[in-house]
């Protein structure tokens, strides 16, 4: 019999859920168009107060009226250039400077071999910078002589094709997750409004983090940038989805109690609140942890991705459930879940296996008859795979590499690259003491990898010592700045190299010389990205054991998961590392890939663990470990590789961004995912659990067997033994 449910928790508690979630989503959704106001892709942005190349740019911003980024024109010719088509290409200077982009053009300023000339064209920075360098390359393209190739590149033109890159994120990524996800659950539950019900959850729930982190970006209270932004929609659409799905599987299970479906829908909020609830705090807490790097973009995605777990959280165990309750078993249709006999739907546990049928029926069998031999074959085989993890090569990348799709400004750096010093357009900046100038000058002119070097005067004039240029630098409170141009592409390792050895040269002219610019500002990023892998690693993991501890009320289960989800990961990371190598061929990968993986995958692979041994612990109490290990896998091995299968979809979206670092962790993610669902929570945890048996749960009382075990135990010891 089942208990009268009042008409306000029936009909009205739901309607309210589900018209508040109408407005969040109806304000929140037009958000995604304004998300860009809020937004920068600058990488000089990300860094900490504390690193070299921002003390440099302080001191540079002293030295300048205005906030401009260098475009570099280049024009190409299979042969040297003639007087007649010299003249024609220095032409364009007046077509460029009439765009009024920023301060005077220089150029054009012809290669030694004749073959190119090239414009160094100051372009205000401002949130218009695409737009200026469109509206530049649609002048210099037609205007370049006939049969000659014209590039916008630089700075300017490298910073407005990376935002071209970052286009799809509000429009194409979400289309293709929606469309994977939607096409997973209309395979998983055979129905349409199920998986219409999922998606709106997860898409309201986008809706309210966009919502919260555009508010929070308005505010000052984050960065947000195109990296952070892309992974906030999936993440979100991801987690939404598990925390989806796994309460549709108890609130299926529950309708198979009873046929009040406001009652079903409360007791599947309750038996999947507690690991719903742990998984979102493992993850949100995971990402906070972020906020103890040292680089801006990481800090920024940490409360920006925590906020969106915040709302699939939020959406998942509130309007869910109150599509669920105006829904009921319709939701399910046409494969509605019936009613069971009394007799059936609390089976009487011997092994664990009674009441199962198919893949995890056979899984399980093998899990409980050769344990030992899963789990030990299990960590062979990851450990194997984390071999590869020494190929890993996360020191960075140029930037020309970063961008995947078809760039003017990459080709440009290429053509550049041919004819001028690489570093044209891009210089070191060295800020010194005045009076050590001309000794700390010679100094960077002496040193390998810089083919010039000059004093500015003001109005970034070059104090060169010819006829009528200035004879005295310009000074701000006691400092000189030189500018350093390298002979190698200011993103390219070498340049970096060259970096360094000023910085190590220069200190002993001048103990309070800094090295800025551009080659200064990636390698920062590198070194700080790096500091942060070893910092935040430690944290993460102490936070996640301390949650599973306070979950399973046990230490060893929570360290051994901990332990399998670190295996796994680094199991991914191998795998990862072969791949981009040797079929991607990508020349190595963004200093941060290695931390956001690490914090993806240990996060989002304990939620898997979290949805086994929550379920496993409850069965244990009523069956026994071991039978309750077997029943706990059975009944949660659908749903959870259901979700495993929707979250690496959802991952792998990202790589339809033609952007490295998005592409590379998208792989990461969605192969770590798969993995950590197929082969670590269905054979290695729950494997290693059942041979250890009661003890997993150490020091509860539940390592002291139930009281149901030891009857069984007792039971089986007096049984008379046959033969």
Known sequence: MTSKVPFWLRWLVPVVLVITWLGIAGIGGPTFGRISEVSSNDQASFLPASAEATAAAEWQAKFRDSEEIPGVVIIENDSAFTPAQLGEAAKLKADIEALKLGSAVVGPIPSEDGKAVQFIVPIASSDELREKVKELRDVVQPGAPDGMQAFVTGPAGLTADLVNAFGGIDGILLLVALGAVFIILLLVYRSVVLPIAVLLTSVFALSAAILLVFGMAKAGWIQLNGQSQGILSILVIGAATDYALLYVARFREALTHTTNRTQAVLTAWKASFEPILASGATVIIALLCLLFSDLNSNK?????????????????????????????????????PKLLPDDEREPELVTG???????????????????????????????VASIGITQLKANGVPQTD?????????????????????????????????????????????????????????????????????????????????????SSAADSLEAEETVRELRTSLKEVDSEALVGGITAT?????????????????IVLVVILFILMLLLRSVVAPVLLVLSVVLS???????????????FGFLGADATVPLFGFVFLVALGVDYNIFLMSRVREESLKHGTRPGILRGLGVTGGVITSAGVVLAATFAALGVIPIMFLVQLAFIVAFGVLLDTVLVRSLLV?????????????PSKLSRGSSRSRVQASEQDKAPVSG
């Open 300 to 336: 920024g995605l940490g409360p920006v991705a925590a906020a969106g777990i915040v709302c699939a959280l939020l959406a998942a165990l509130t309007l869910l459930p109150a599509f669920m309750a105006l829904l009921g078993r319709a939701a399910f249709w046409p494969f509605r």
């Open 353 to 383: 296996l009674e009441g199962q049928k198919g893949l995890w029926r056979r899984v399980g069998s093998l899990v409980s008859k050769r344990p030992r031999i899963v789990w030990v074959a299990s960590v062979l085989l990851l450990a």
């Open 402 to 486: 970063v961008i995947l799709a078809k760039s003017d400004a990459v080709d440009g750096q290429a053509a550049l690259a041919r004819h001028f010093d690489a570093g044209s357009g891009s210089p070191a900046v060295v800020v010194v003491s005045e009076g050590s100038a001309r000794q700390v000058l010679d100094k960077v002119k002496a040193t390998n990898g810089v083919s010039d070097a000059y004093l500015l005067a003001e109005g970034n004039i070059p104090v060169t010592g010819a006829p009528g240029a200035p004879a005295d630098p310009a000074v701000r409170d006691g400092r000189v700045l030189i500018n350093a141009t390298l």
């Open 522 to 538: 990636a390698l920062d990023t590198n070194t700080t990205a790096q500091r942060d892998l070893v910092v935040i690693i430690p």
């Open 569 to 583: 990961y680094g199991a991914a990371m191998g795998v990862s590392a072969w791949v981009f190598n040797g079929i």
């Open 686 to 698: 729950p494997a290693l659990a059942y041979d250890i048996g009661d003890k997993v749960w150490w």
